[in-house]
């Protein structure tokens, strides 16, 4: 959101950004640094969207709709929105999320703006794999949810004007469930101005780096963590696997509580964490769209092993610019390939850089959508 929001800036656009300012990722507004300020106008609305068991129980008993959903549909903000509606006019609308869906209908009232849908997942299919991999009552409850969502991505198809996905998979499964639209993928981009050259980092640390709160990489976490880690240190005792990432809850801060394993929690700088490390691990199971912590650490030259899914929406080569495995032995082999040859390592991290280098940078990615946008607004 933030690549596209520079861009759409450094294009000569001016940008409005209204956010629900949430208890999980709560921000100060004076906390944004200047450079990032000047870029939008920044303004937030106070939404809980807290998790609620007795909420939760309620919906399922009592409502049809999915409660990851019903979580972001906020009074507030609904006004906040008719209020910026009524005060200015804007070409286009841009809804970051299929759950921004249910203001559309707002939207169409109080503007005459093409309204633009950027789908940055299929959220469907993120709890129909979770539901996969979970047993007894979370198996049902997810499948349950994923039914759910799924009704809800079919009632708000083609409520927008525009379609933007994500990656070009997501694209053809909105095609095959009905969207008519007018569509451009846009994977997420990098602002390479602001990375410099790519940096090797110390070789004896493996790490993982991403949002912890997040089911899909907690799930890939342990398996990494039972299947994989403890044969690669025996191997390499002098090895390291640092885990980086916000709002880790505690059980799984316990479950990392093992020999060589070093919890960073959240850092200050991901991108100075990225650079001081050695080989990227993404072991990853379920989940949708498209994974920006794998093209970061490419942009950064890294050397990544991850899953067939954490690759999903990049159109990587395995074994030339990423390695890829989905079963416990595979994945240790090529994470122990990489730490014997530094030759492997070092190409593999370079080739990284090229591939996304060619194909993320920001400015490239917002200059294409804005032509799209263009082209299909509506007069």
């Given at each position: 959101m933030l690549s596209l929001t520079t861009g759409f800036y450094s294009s000569g656009n001016e940008v409005t950004v209204l956010a629900m300012n949430t208890r999980k990722h709560h921000v100060h507004?004076?906390?944004?640094?200047?450079?990032?300020r000047q870029t939008a106008d920044f303004r937030f609305v106070e939404v809980s969207a807290a998790i609620h068991p007795i909420?939760?129980?309620?919906?399922?008993?009592?409502?049809?709709?999915?409660?990851?959903?019903?979580?972001?549909?906020?009074?507030?903000?609904?006004?906040?929105?008719?209020?910026?509606?009524?005060?200015?006019?804007?070409?286009?609308?841009?809804?970051e999320g299929t759950y921004l869906c249910p203001y559309i209908p707002l939207i169409r009232?109080?503007?005459?703006?093409?309204?633009?849908?950027?789908?940055?997942?299929?959220?469907?299919?993120?709890?129909?794999?979770?539901?996969?991999?979970?047993?007894?009552?979370?198996?049902?409850?997810?499948r349950n949810l994923s039914n759910r969502i799924r009704?809800?991505?079919?009632?708000?198809?083609?409520?927008?004007?525009?379609?933007?996905?994500?990656?070009?998979?997501?694209?053809?499964?909105?095609?095959?469930?009905?969207?008519?639209?007018?569509?451009w993928t846009v994977p997420g981009g990098i602002d390479f101005s602001k990375l410099g050259e790519p940096s090797g980092g110390d070789e004896n640390r493996l790490?993982?780096?991403?949002?912890?709160?997040?089911?899909?990489?907690?799930?890939?976490?342990?398996?990494?963590?039972?299947?994989?880690?403890?044969k690669i240190h025996q191997k390499y005792p002098g090895l390291t696997f640092r885990v980086a990432g916000r709002n880790a809850p505690g059980w799984l801060v316990d479950r990392l509580n093992l020999p060589g394993i070093i919890?960073?929690?959240?850092?200050?700088?991901?991108?100075?964490?990225?650079?001081?490390n050695g080989i990227m691990v993404v072991p990853l199971f379920s989940g949708s769209g498209m994974r920006i912590k794998i093209i970061e650490g490419m942009a950064l030259g890294k050397a990544i092993v991850t899953t067939p899914t954490g690759a999903e929406g990049v159109d990587v080569t395995d074994g030339e610019n990423i390695m890829l495995a989905d079963d416990p032995d595979t994945f240790i082999l090529k994470t122990e390939a990489l730490l014997q040859d530094k030759a492997l390592t070092s190409a593999l991290g370079a080739?990284?850089?090229?591939?996304?280098?060619?194909?993320?940078?920001?400015?490239?990615?917002?200059?294409?959508?804005?032509?799209?946008?263009?082209?299909?607004?509506?007069?």
């Open positions: 507004p004076e906390e944004i640094p200047e450079e990032i909420k939760a129980l309620i919906n399922l008993l009592f409502s049809s709709e999915p409660y990851t959903a019903v979580r972001f549909i906020s009074e507030p903000f609904s006004q906040a929105l008719k209020a910026l509606l009524r005060a200015s006019t804007f070409d286009l609308i841009q809804l009232q109080y503007s005459g703006a093409t309204v633009a849908l950027r789908a940055h997942n299929i959220e469907s299919e993120i709890w129909e794999r979770s539901a996969a991999a979970a047993s007894g009552w979370k198996k049902l409850y997810f009704r809800f991505e079919q009632k708000w198809l083609n409520q927008y004007d525009l379609l933007i996905p994500i990656t070009e998979r997501d694209g053809d499964h909105f095609r095959a469930k009905g969207n008519r639209k007018p569509v790490f993982h780096i991403g949002s912890l709160d997040w089911m899909p990489n907690q799930e890939g976490l342990i398996w990494f963590v039972e299947n994989c880690w403890e919890y960073c929690g959240e850092v200050d700088d991901a991108q100075s964490f990225i650079r001081s080739n990284a850089y090229r591939f996304a280098r060619s194909h993320y940078d920001h400015l490239m990615l917002a200059e294409n959508l804005i032509r799209f946008y263009q082209q299909n607004i509506a007069k």
